[in-house]
């Protein structure tokens, strides 16, 4: 079973600051996919980054990037230039890639497996 | 934000009442998920549909019912829960693409329904 580990129950970091979130993750799979969601105050969770494991390239959005060791099954996540609305609960998730067969039948298992989470604050 | 949505927002019932939680997408999604958020728990996945049929159930309890009318609407029926069952309920939809080799799996989540059982 696949499992996700964020060491960081919280965060804090100052305004205009960089702010790393740690991530592992434990899986037999070769194809997977990883996510970080962001869940502010009010409560809407929101896709920030999301990595293949079949890319070597690290995934970059904008302030935000990600830091994937596939080997070492390490995801974290950079926040550059720190704004308050980034404070928030951020979630690692992890995703395996299903077989096409699946698909013919109607699509994919979806089962996305999400760690405890890291409460940041961002602090003015 | 408003691509899927979820009504009520909070919900206050007792054991023995009889509720249902409501979520509609509007991005022309083709699955729809269930997921239980705890304090100090992770997310639960609880109940995936794919086109309308339900192809994951995590060892949910009797007492959760889910319903998917069509591939924008869902429903989690609620009886006899416990005390245990309050929780935030987060209702998500994602677009499949058979046939491509790399689809995006990204889920959009709505707002909540904050549960709480008396």
Redesign the interface.
Known sequence: AQT?TQSQPEMSVQEAETVTLSCTYDTSENNY?L?W?KQPP??????VI?Q?AYKQQNATENRFSVNFQKAAKSFSLKISDSQLGDTAMY?CAF?KHSV?MK???????????????TKLSVKP | ?TGVTQTPRHLVMGMTNKKSLKCEQHLGH??M?WYKQSA????E?MF?Y??K?Q??NNSVPSRFSPECPNSSHLFLHLHTLQPEDSA?Y?C?S?Q????EP???????????TRLTVT
């Open positions: 996700v996919y996510f969601y009010s409560r809407q969770m929101i896709l999301r293949e979630f995703m096409p698909w013919y039948y109607g699509g994919s298992q979806g089962n996305l497996i999400f760690g405890k989470g | 934000e083709n699955a998920y100090k728990k992770p997310l996945l995936v794919n086109f049929e192809t994951e935030l987060l998500a994602s499949d693409f058979p046939g790399r689809p995006s799996y990204e889920q959009y989540f709505g707002p909540g």
